[in-house]
């Protein structure tokens, strides 16, 4: 197997299910004595989260660079970005090393076109739903995307903020994010992507009105494909 490098800590609770999801795979491909071999930057989020201007995105992108440098130099063979929204500076990282680096919404919009989803609606932080690097992503792989609802951007913002990423998940926050999911069905989504790494908290992927592309999980899964050689 290979060894892959992950950045984590944005938040802790993504890079626990990263961990967890990747080790399951693995060991369902393999043996149940085998674990994944990793090399694991956890960075701190508090660095890392709120962030306003360029000013605010250089600095992570040299945070997340110096990150990626490090674990190549650890040994790790490709590199995985343990959250959506700092892949606004997923070039940058990139292009600072020599190993591949596995980008999240190129495998969330593989697997929807494999599916053959042509109209979906994205949901995450603010960034994620209102700049184009993320969703120029999904829409090059034939995906349409429903245009965000600021009334939700914001809504999510404080569920992600003020308590996903510290691990709280509520019954309020399900609540909402069950109407929110009922609402793009009906406003024309065939699909539901989850763009933050910690949604799956308050979203049962298996019992909604519409499919969900969970980014988390599918990018977890690519990682285990390369860890194990079948990319």
Request: net charge negative.
């Amino acid at each position: 197997m290979r060894k892959l490098g992950l950045i984590g800590g944005m938040s802790w609770v993504s890079t626990r299910t990263y961990y967890e999801h990747i080790n399951r795979i693995v060991q369902q491909r393999t043996d149940r004595h085998t674990s994944a071999p990793l090399v694991i930057e956890s960075l701190d989020f508090s660095n890392l989260c709120a962030l306003k201007d360029e000013a605010d995105w250089d600095r992570a992108a040299g945070i997340l660079i110096a990150a990626a440098q490090n674990l190549v130099n650890a040994g790790a063979g490709a590199i995985a970005i343990g959250a959506n929204s700092m892949h606004r500076v997923y070039d940058r990282v990139a292009e600072a090393v020599s190993v591949p680096v596995i980008h999240i919404a190129e495998c969330v919009g593989q697997r929807m076109e494999a599916d053959g989803v042509e109209t979906a609606a994205l949901i995450g932080t603010s960034n994620v739903m209102t700049e184009s690097f993320y969703r120029r992503r999904l829409v090059a792989h034939g995906v349409d995307l429903l245009p965000p609802d600021m009334a939700n951007v914001e809504t999510l913002d404080r569920i992600i903020y003020d308590e996903l990423i510290v691990g709280k998940a509520t019954r309020d926050a399900e609540r909402k994010l069950k109407t929110m999911i009922t609402v793009l069905e009906q406003e024309g989504a065939k699909a539901i992507v989850l763009a933050c790494t910690e949604l799956e908290l308050v979203v049962d992927v298996d019992a909604n009105v519409l499919p969900i592309y969970d980014s988390t999980h599918i990018h977890a899964e690519a990682a285990a494909e390369w860890i194990l050689g079948s990319d």
